[in-house]
């Protein structure tokens, strides 16, 4: 039975290579797409915690869009408060990319208090002086290919590397806060405050008491922050669904397609089948087989697929993408779970069809 | 002797939309194990409605058929295909072989379709291929697919692939139908090979009168009924007997 399946999948090689493109279709789709979202909020995540800060002092604030919405008179405010340590003001800025492909965060940063609070270094150049300077972690640079007096575009306007930060943390790319707050015409606003409790201070406490000293403002535990980042941004949680979804589609049609003209086109080979004695069982099983013989191929061209697509992503565009094993095993499972059902009809229209109408189809 | 075809009163009625076709009107019949029986009629006389209805392909409209102990008319759809499986091979006028297998894995494709869901025995299974091929002479033509065959060669592996599981009879519709009459002459020698040397039960429809003259007893239908039975032969001992007394 085995060479049956074999040899009827190798009988039309368009049909069939056409088919296991299909299935990968879906394959590369719904890992591509899960890896692309893993691989931004696994990014932000471990660069968000890795600003150093305790809490998270914000006004309006969302995964997705930032702005500067909070006026940084509170700093002072803040400073104030008993427990409090080191506190320092970012802007966040979302910017699209040079390629359009993806965007990238720019943050406004106060350099002394921000460094100081993240523990990150100048590793080559200097920290940020002028108003037209920019820093840009190590990861950046081997990217973009750029070194400490290169220029890059930020909002139509020529900014200088200073110098190239290290280890990664917050955004890649960081100007000074004043003149993010100059280019967007919000003069002593930021995204979100940073703040560091003082030792021997427990968050919550500290916490607690900024609260009661500045209520109608949100504050948000940088802890907390990581489990949103893992929990994922609804709106991409549903945009998955949907990939998903497009994916299943995709392969079943195929699939159902595939086999349907199959069976229509071997109609005599199942009354012969039948003729010696095949039971219904038995065609429905010749046929799902080479439905996963086709199903399998066209899964491993998707993986094949998609880890090219992964280097070509990271390596000419800032995205990072993620392909983990278990969207791997979904995607396979997608592929072969829809294929089957796909081929279920065929298989069993065949199986049902008059073994004597069979044996005398031209 | 065992009686192992039994037909009683089997009447067929094909509906064509509204029009019911009468293709069997009460056929009886009755084959020994072992004997070479030969059916021959006018076109549209029922051999082919017959001929598949004993080979469980069809269920009759009414009356009983007894295959080697087994009434085909009184089990399910799946039953029948089980019986099919177990006890009946069938060779048609054209070959059909699987043409994207090899002769070689057309018959294994047999073996496989009967032993499945039961042990199989290999080295048994090796033993009577062996022997089948030679005695139909494809021992060199194994790898080759149909394409690549004569048609005589072809009918060779579809009688090969019908008897490969040692079946209670061997139906056979036509099966010199599409062969020059050299190649004709090839496959009735088998066909009488198979039943001589390996005691095979074979019922074998023709349009050929020399042809129907290699069956031990010649059966006649008319209109959809059995004309006539008559006995050709008796007591032939080997099969060059046989083939020698045709020439
Ligand atoms: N599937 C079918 N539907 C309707 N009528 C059928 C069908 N098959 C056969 N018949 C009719 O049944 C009758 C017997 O047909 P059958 O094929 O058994 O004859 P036959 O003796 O085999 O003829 P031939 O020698 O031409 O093969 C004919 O009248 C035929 O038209
Ligand atoms: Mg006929």
């Known amino acids: 039975m085995d060479s049956l399946v074999v040899a009827n999948v190798k009988q039309r090689p368009t049909r069939t290579a056409v088919s296991i493109i299909g299935v990968a279709l879906g394959v590369v789709l719904v890992m591509m797409f899960a890896g692309l979202v893993n691989g931004m909020q696994n990014d932000r995540k471990t660069r968000e915690s890795s600003v150093g800060a305790d809490l998270m002092f914000y006004r309006d604030f969302s995964l997705t869009t930032t702005s500067l919405t909070l006026p940084t008179q509170y700093v002072p405010k803040l400073q104030e408060v008993p427990g409090v340590g080191l506190v320092s003001p970012v802007g966040q800025y979302l910017k699209e990319t040079k390629t359009g492909i993806g965007f990238e965060i720019l943050e406004g940063i106060d350099f002394p208090t921000y460094s100081q609070m993240s523990g990150i270094h100048i590793q080559q150049g200097q920290p940020l002086t002028e108003d037209l300077d920019v820093i840009v972690d190590e990861v950046y640079a081997r990217q973009k290919k750029v070194t400490v007096g290169s220029t890059v575009d930020i909002f139509s306007r020529k900014f200088r590397i200073a110098g190239i930060f290290s280890p990664p943390s917050g955004s890649r790319i960081k100007i000074k806060l004043s003149s993010l707050q100059q280019i967007l015409s919000s003069p002593d606003r930021c995204t979100m405050i940073y703040l560091k409790c003082a030792k021997g201070e427990s968050t919550a406490t500290v916490a607690a008491r900024i609260n009661q000293a500045l209520p109608d403002n949100k504050l948000m535990p940088l802890e907390d922050l990581k489990q949103l980042y893992e929990k994922g941004i609804p709106a991409f949680n549903t945009f998955l669904k949907v990939v998903i979804g497009l994916a299943v589609i995709v392969s079943l049609l195929v699939i159902l397609l595939a086999m349907y003209t199959t069976i229509m086109e071997r109609t005599r080979e199942i009354g012969i089948l039948k003729s010696m004695g095949a039971s219904k069982g038995f065609i429905v099983r010749v046929i799902e087989q080479e439905a996963l013989l086709i199903c399998i191929s066209g899964v491993l061209l998707g993986y094949a697929a998609a880890f090219m697509l992964k280097i070509g992503i990271m390596r000419f565009t800032s995205l990072q993408v993620e392909l983990e094993p278990r969207w791997m095993l979904y995607a396979a499972l997608i592929g072969i779970g829809s294929g089957l059902l796909g081929a279920l009809y065929p298989a069993v229209r065949a199986a049902n069809q008059d073994a004597v109408k069979a044996l005398s189809y031209e | 002797m065992k009686t192992i075809v039994q037909a009683l009163n089997v009447a067929m009625t094909y509906r064509v939309g509204k029009i019911d076709v009468p ?225």
């Open chain 2, 23 to 247: 293709a069997l009107r009460g056929v009886n019949l009755e084959i020994q194990e072992g004997e070479f029986v030969s059916i021959m009629g006018q076109s549209g006389s029922g051999k082919s409605t017959l001929l598949h209805i004993l080979g469980g392909l069809l269920k009759p409209t009414s009356g009983n058929v007894v295959i080697d102990g087994e009434d085909l008319a009184s089990v399910t759809d799946a039953q029948r295909t089980d019986i099919r499986r177990r006890k009946i091979g069938i060779v048609f006028q054209r070959f059909n072989l699987f043409p994207t297998l090899t002769a070689e894995g057309n018959i294994k494709l047999a073996e496989y379709i009967r032993h499945s869901g039961s042990v199989r025995d290999h080295a048994e299974e090796e033993k009577r291929r062996r022997h089948i091929l030679k005695l139909l002479k494809l021992e060199d033509r194994l790898h080759h697919k149909p394409i690549e065959l004569s048609g005589g060669e072809q009918q060779r592996v579809a009688l090969a692939r019908a008897i490969i599981n040692h079946p209670a009879i061997l139906l056979a519709d036509e099966p010199t139908g599409n062969l020059d009459s050299e190649n004709s002459q090839i496959v009735l020698d088998m066909l009488t090979r198979l039943n001589t040397e390996l005691g095979q039960t074979v019922i074998m429809i023709t349009h050929n009168a020399e042809a129907a003259e290699v069956g031990q007893r010649l059966i006649r239908m008319k209109d959809g009924k059995v004309l006539d039975s008559r006995v050709l032969r008796h007591n032939f001992e080997t099969t060059e007997e046989i083939v020698s007394a045709r020439k």
